[in-house]
């Protein structure tokens, strides 16, 4: 299991290299869609994205911390609901100007990581009983922050894509 200070590291680690690369973008570029992967998303619809998800933790922390199974969970019991969740995200930051999501994106991390190092040890060590694939709550956090390069490493999947496109803004 990944420790409470290897994972705020790592999400410190990835979230300062994208907001750097978010910082070397004006207002146009960050909004301008169909920049990043090969698809419709903007530089703005990939913070929201990330931001998203580090919202979705918050939610289970809260919910776990009183004992309840947190209603996110239920977004699960449906196949394909990685893919709902992201487009209804997507669909719900469409319209926001840059500078609103990139401060949603800031202010996100910053209570995730407050909230993993506010934890004890034993606090993320605790049982999670409300997903088959997560022994632990860190384990949870870990995956709903993961990707398919391990856990906690969720916006180093999304890397390549942004780096690319402010490469592309430099030349």
Not at 77 to 106: H, I, K, S, W, Y
Not at 122 to 149: C, H, K, N
Request: overall charge negative.
């Amino acid at each position: 299991m990944t420790t409470r200070d290897e994972a705020i590291r790592l999400l410190e680690d990835q979230h300062a290299e994208v907001a750097a690369l978010l910082a070397e973008l004006d207002t146009s570029a960050i909004e301008r869609r169909g920049t990043i992967g090969g698809g419709e998303w903007s530089a703005k619809d990939l913070a929201a994205h990330l931001g998203a998800w580090e919202g979705f933790v918050l939610e289970v922390l809260e919910a776990f911390g009183r004992g309840e199974r947190p209603a996110f969970e239920d977004e699960f019991l449906e196949p394909g609901a990685t893919d709902r969740l992201n487009a209804r995200e997507e669909q719900r930051c469409l319209d926001a100007p840059g500078d609103e999501v990139l401060a949603r994106f800031e202010e996100l991390h910053l209570r995730v990581v407050g909230a993993i190092g506010s934890m004890t040890d034993e606090g993320w060590a605790a049982e999670y009983p409300y997903d088959p694939d997560d022994a632990t709550i860190g384990d949870r956090v870990g995956s709903l922050l993961g990707s398919d390069d391990g856990r906690f490493r969720h916006a180093w999947a999304h890397l390549p894509d942004l780096r690319a496109y402010v490469d592309s803004i430099r030349r």
